[in-house]
């Protein structure tokens, strides 16, 4: 189980290990904003909350966050799907406008697509070919993958800008 940890105020911070967000509390670095409260943690001594989501005591000045430019990250980003017909089976990384003309490896560039696709577009322009990009490629934030991931807790929008 995983847990949300909050700067002191409330911005999200990290995602840890129930292990390391219970001894930031435990150590009294940190308290419990939500909690599941039909499993306790039990020791021999005594039962605690376990946390879902942490809140720093102390305000940590944190830089901003940027996500490493890599392929595993296109396809998170892209949902591990081609941009442009939606398989999932044989993605590569595609450069929307080629390298061969002078196209450069960053995050509006790159987009995951299926070796098919991506071999019949070769190195033309997107505008040359019949292929549209089901989104447009661009830079995403910590919070974008936070949002992304299959196991966010319910406890843990409020905290992440889901609204549902």
């Not at 909350?49 to 942490?54: A, F, L, S």
Request: hydrophobic fraction near 35%; charge should be positive; glycine fraction near 6%.
């Amino acid at each position: 189980m995983e847990i949300l940890v909050l700067n002191n105020d409330y911005s999200p911070m990290n995602i840890t290990s129930l292990q390391k967000g219970f001894n930031l509390v435990f150590k009294g670095k940190a308290e419990v904003v939500e909690h599941i409260t039909d499993e306790p943690i039990v020791t021999d001594n005594r039962s605690y909350k376990r946390p879902t989501v942490i809140r720093l005591l102390r305000y940590i000045v944190v830089p901003f966050k940027k996500i490493q430019l890599s392929r595993q990250n296109i396809f998170r980003r892209d949902g591990h799907k081609c941009v442009y017909c939606g398989s999932v089976k044989d993605l590569t990384i595609d450069h929307v406008f080629p390298r061969s003309k002078g196209g450069k490896n960053t995050w509006k560039n790159m987009v995951s697509a299926c070796f098919p696709c991506n071999v019949g577009k070769g190195d033309t322009l997107l505008e040359d070919t019949d292929l549209v990009l089901s989104h447009q490629p661009f830079v995403p934030s910590y919070l974008h993958f936070v949002r992304k991931m299959k196991t966010v807790h319910d406890q843990w929008n409020t905290y992440v800008g889901i609204v549902k």
